[in-house]
């Protein structure tokens, strides 16, 4: 499933502050109206005509660190619980994300934060480590089977190459389960580059 088609940045930016603003009611962690505003604020693109005003407010009030701590916490909850209980809900939450992703808003530096694992990628990233490790076995295998050898790298090659690729696919599982944050947030970019549809541009 595709999810919903946002057609602009308010749209997507209402959909996503609308859906955190919900998510923060069943943890039980309600958002004030400064702080639902806030998750709207941008200095550059749409962003609501008070916003400044807003963020003025914002700044005598709260710590920006907890504030950015608190929402992608609840970010993160919000995703987990969609892509649970409610697929067609987080299609449409994953579509709104994606097509603000690119644009320079606050919200985005929590989505960031929350280290949010899109349904699939990370498995389609190992699959197709996996498959390119299979490629050299079989690579291997055809050119010896059938005398190719002097249309292909040298088995020697081919072995260094099979050997990188296993290396490569084992740091990424130990890396994942020393540092899960920071290797989710690479395979994320990895995947968003090899995988995630592109988003509109248009602001």
Do not use: C
């Not at 699939?120 to 050898?149: C, M, N, P």
């Amino acid at each position: 499933m595709s999810g919903r088609n946002f057609h602009s940045v308010q749209e997507a930016k209402e959909f996503i502050a609308a859906s955190i603003a919900a998510q923060a009611q069943r943890d039980a962690t309600p958002l004030s109206d400064i702080e639902r505003k806030m998750l709207l604020f941008s200095e550059v693109g749409w962003a609501p005509p008070d916003i400044m005003e807003a963020s003025d407010e914002f700044d005598r009030q709260y710590d920006p660190n907890e504030y950015e701590k608190k929402i992608s916490t609840i970010i993160k909850h919000l995703d987990k619980r969609l892509q649970k209980d409610s697929p067609a809900e987080y299609d449409d939450w994953k579509s709104a994300v994606q097509y603000l992703r690119r644009k320079d808003h606050y919200v985005n530096i929590m989505i960031r934060q929350a280290g949010l694992r899109p349904t699939g990628d990370r498995l389609k990233l190992w699959a197709t480590g996996l498959a390119l490790v299979g490629a050299f076995v079989a690579w291997l295998f055809i050119s010896h089977e059938y005398k190719l050898e002097r249309y292909f790298p040298s088995q020697k090659v081919m072995g260094k190459l099979l050997f990188a690729g296993w290396l490569a696919v084992i740091a990424l599982g130990i890396l994942n389960l020393l540092a899960p944050k920071q290797t989710s947030n690479v395979v994320n970019k990895i995947s968003a580059k090899l995988f995630a549809r592109r988003s509109g541009d248009d602001e």
